[in-house]
């Protein structure tokens, strides 16, 4: 299984930015995909959540409200849409393949994390 995480960049803050993860490779039938941030010297921070088969989503209390998490299934790919970004939010973005909802979200271990893609936030 691997990860692609794209769509980092530099951006103003209050402005929005798009992350995609691409999941490609055999798979099991029931999985989630979140998203983790870890910023400079820090651990990696959870984001938000969502359940391949069902759609259920779920975000760490700071990001509710200003981000989504999606996903195309015919496309493999889940979506973290950020808006009204802070400075706060200057970090490295991470994808990784987690046990689904019902087995508490729990990452499947260091093989199915994506490489991160960087967010910086500009004043």
């Known amino acids: 299984v691997q990860l692609q995480a794209s769509g980092g960049g530099l951006v103003q803050a209050g402005g929005s930015l798009r992350l995609s993860c691409v999941v490609s490779?055999?798979?099991?039938?029931?999985?989630?995909v979140g998203w983790f941030r870890r910023t400079a010297g820090e651990q990696r921070d959870f984001v938000a959540a969502i359940d391949w088969s069902g759609g259920i989503t779920s975000y760490a209390d700071p990001f509710e409200g200003r981000f989504v998490i999606s996903r195309a299934n015919a496309k493999n790919t889940v979506f973290l849409q950020m808006n009204s970004l802070k400075l706060e939010d200057t970090a490295l973005y991470f994808c990784?393949?987690?046990?689904?909802?019902?087995?508490?979200?729990?990452?499947?271990?260091?093989?199915?994390w994506g490489k991160g893609t960087q967010v910086t936030v500009s004043s």
């Open positions: 990784a393949l987690l046990r689904p909802p019902s087995e508490g979200w729990a990452p499947y271990g260091e093989n199915y």
């Open positions: 490779g055999r798979t099991w039938s029931n999985y989630g």
